[in-house]
């Protein structure tokens, strides 16, 4: 048999095997095709369900702030109070929360409150959604007839979409319940019905959500409510009408037959030409070669993540532009841009959303750079940029579209993430300078956006230098005074109005060698923005409580950063050092920021709970110059407020900061906290803080900070200047 015979069975058996497995391939890619389109049907009705319970949740629990609240069940049910309703009812639900209905029930489910459409309205305007919404109601009362059900559910909602004249509304109906101690005249509670138009926020919601083609409300017959392509919101109405969520079901199967018809016909065709299919095989073959070393190319010089060059692409690109230079003078820029409190989005919504916003960050910057410019990232969320053949001007220009293109909300599906960048700059024309000087400067210039408030981009300055030097310097000779246990505390007297000390503030203070005395101004900000602020707050909370053995009935206020709160062992290691140190917790006040409330995780709300559980108070440092609300007031178990000094520094200038110290201790009063003004300085903001009603004051007027073995002297020396001619003489002030 010659080696045409051979190559003639070999082809013919080629054909043979490709007929048959193309009919086969055939018959299983229109089996294929079927069940795919089915599951693709069955998986949008799934998705679309679980959309719309998750919707309906969601309204329920933006409800829950205002429904699971004290004042609300003293003035909705103890004593009716029309514009308290108005304020945080009508006003709030109706105009913050965007629902178009809000009415109130009492006890009796009669109607004693009314808003609809940003407008109160007699409550005698429920009649028209009574028979709508009695179903609900009833649900309502049958779980109130059940404590230990209520109690177990916290939030008691019941949500459903209804037919109000020719619009699908979803009516929730919620239980108003008291969130401490609140209590209700008689057995049942108000009930709040609120009521928001589904057709836009569904429509809208579903479209972008879940990538449906068409979605619509639409009301329809009995006829036409089931479908695969639908989702009934309410069964039928009375009038025999009900409401769907209708949208154009994806057919991948479908699409997939249509393209690969055209396939299997060339398939067809080749397998009957044998020399021709063996060419085309080997041709593939090579091509795939190809690809694969295309593809290990790309690999080795990319970012497997978004596709942008990597560092060791950056690298060769600074080099080609930078040996441009020699021969085309000009201007190279480059820019190292960092995001900002990235780190926040891993540890709220976990590292799939990290890499989310990263593509979204690598995709931004593809449209905002040149074609001839080169992005790179450098790893984490560090990105830098070459832009060569260029001017500082447009470095600049560049600098701030990267800014603004890089700053406001992105939407990661399971929440929201508020993007913004800082930008280092390097413009360089001498073609000596060498590259990596180039991409340490620009990272000089990063790091001193980002210490200027961040979201902002700065060139390289010289002088940047010598201050980096400096800062890490100090930063150096800190971390060493931690290591060698060189920091040392100084104690701040905590007096009432009669100025016998109460308690003491615990202070870091830091004398170098070399320096002097470092202020702590300088060194707690080094300290948190370098992570050392856990180890210095370890070492003044083990001094202070050593300390605090010396004396009997002070009251000793450590402070807490937001670094310490959030780390999931800090609990453990207070607790080890009071186990070490032999001190009592209910001996000490930890002092928190608003910063640190501001998180309120799990994490943090749960270390909250297990300090208060070990017998220490808390107090919220600084209260009024961040963003605290009442709702963290509530949340988490504070103690005290302490007021911080900016008001008190201007008590006796400004009628404004003194409304607001006076706002303050109000606010304290009514919620059973204390109050305790920081910065008391001059004997004129001590008597005005007394007329208002604070406590309890601190400050270089009442004792600078001093050491431990001084404060049992002063507190005997306080106790005896306070005599009962004292007492009446401030009084009478």
Known sequence: M??????????????????????????????????????????????????????????????????????????????????WANQNIGSSIGGALGYSVVFVLDADNRPIYGHINGTDVSPRAFDAYAAQTKTLVDQIRAIETDPAKVAKMRAVHVSRVELIGNEPVMITVSLVRPDLKGKTRGARAPLVVSGMPVANSVVRAFSERFLLKNTRIEIVPASEIKGENAQTLLGLAPDGRGIVLRWDPRRPGAELLQQATPILGLAALAAGIGAMMLFRVTRRAAKKLLLSEAEAKHLALHDPLTGLANRTLFTDRLVHAHALLRRKPGYLGVLCLDLDRFKEVNDSYGHDAGD????????????????????CRLGGDEFAIIQPDTTPTGCATLAQRVVEGLSGELDLGIGRAELSCSVGVAVVSDADQGQAEMLRQADVALYRAKEAGRGRYCFFEPEMDAALRLRKGLERDLRTAIEQDRLTVAYQPLTDARGVILGVEALARWSDAERGDISPALFIPLAESTGLIAAIGRSVFRRACYDSLRWSGLEVSV??????????????????????????????????????????SDGVHEALRRIKRLGFRLALDDFGTGYASLAYLRRHPIDKLKIDRSFVSNLSAESEAGSVAGAIISLAKSLGLKTTAEGVETQAQFDTLVKLGCIEFQGFLLGRPMPAEAIAAAREARLAAAGPSKVASRQRR
Request: proline share 1%; hydrophobic share 45%.
């Open 2 to 83: 010659n080696r045409n015979n051979i190559e003639l069975k070999i082809f013919g058996l080629i054909v043979g095997m490709a007929v048959a497995m193309g009919l086969v391939a055939a018959g299983l890619l229109f089996t294929a095709t079927r069940q795919a389109d089915l599951r693709e049907r069955q998986y949008e009705q799934g998705l679309v369900g679980n959309g719309l319970r998750q919707r309906a949740k969601e309204v329920q629990t933006s409800l829950n702030p205002y429904v699971i609240w004290d004042e609300a069940i003293h003035k909705l049910d103890n004593q009716f109070d029309l514009a």
């Open 559 to 600: 402070n807490v950063s937001a670094l310490q709160l959030s780390t999931p062992g800090f609990v453990d290691e207070i607790e080890e050092i009071l186990a070490e140190t032999g001190a009592q917790a209910s001996g000490f006040l930890l002092e928190i920021t608003e910063t640190a409330l501001l998180k309120d």
């Open 356 to 375: 989310q916003v990263i593509r979204e960050v690598a995709r931004r910057l593809k449209a905002i750079c040149r074609e001839t410019d080169t992005i």
